[in-house]
T-cell receptor, first 115, second 112 residues
């Protein structure tokens, strides 16, 4: 149980394009999902908290118009990196909170490389 | 908000020796403290966690201690093995299902 699937696991895109990353809870419902970003050799930093059916809450310094989050169902949240630039290259990891047991589980992460 | 400091940033030990990683936190409302092991390119893997109503928890070669008064917690790995080599992160939260604030990470190298 408690499987969180993140897709794609890696993506290379051209500068200026947009990339969508999906985070799915496969065997539980998640009213809340968290999006983290991890630059090479650094720690994980929370970007935003995604709530099903409402607007995401962004951490200070994270541009909401650049990192679009949609949490339209209890099992899916998406993060879209718009107009990606090389400095957006990073490891993006979601974490989904099981609404029943109130524990959160990580997806496998998405390695984004912008060229 | 919460701030988590982790030391050391790198740690090299000989196989069979013990390794200790320490973290401090700032928010007294935090009461959930997980430790993660992350291998290159992979998701963080929860290895042990502790809640504030407990001072110590052990799972085979891994133990975690918590001092809520001093706001610090530590990870202890005994009888280290080369496969323990990875980056370890501590984290803090007010709840197991809420957002985590991570420490800066410790790169552990176990030399055979």
């Amino acid at each position: 149980g408690a499987v969180v699937s993140q897709h794609p696991s890696w993506v290379i895109c051209k500068s200026g394009t947009s990339v969508k990353i999906e985070c799915r809870s496969l065997d539980f419902q998640a009213t809340t999902m968290f999006w983290y970003r991890q630059f090479p050799k650094q720690s994980l930093m929370l970007m935003a908290t995604s709530n099903e059916g409402s607007k995401a809450t962004y951490e200070q310094g994270v541009e909401k118009d650049k990192f679009l989050i949609n949490h339209a169902s209890l099992t899916l949240s998406t993060l879209t990196v718009t107009s990606a630039h090389p400095e957006d290259s990073s490891f993006y990891i979601c974490s989904a909170r099981d609404r029943v047991i109130a524990e959160a589980f990580f997806g496998q992460g998405t390695r984004l490389t912008v060229v | 908000g919460e701030n988590v400091e982790q030391h050391p940033s790198t740690l090299s030990v000989q196989e069979g020796d013990s390794a200790v990683i320490k973290c401090t936190y700032s928010d007294s409302a935090s009461n959930y403290f997980p430790w993660y092991k992350q291998e290159l390119g992979k998701r963080p893997q929860l290895i042990i966690d502790i809640r504030s109503n407990v001072g110590e928890k052990k799972d085979q070669r891994i133990a975690v201690t918590l001092n809520k008064t001093a706001k610090h917690f530590s990870l202890h790995i005994t009888e280290t093995q080369p496969e323990d080599s990875a980056v370890y992160f501590c984290a803090a939260s007010d709840n197991a299902g809420n957002m985590l604030t991570f420490g800066g990470g410790t790169r552990l190298m176990v030399k055979p």
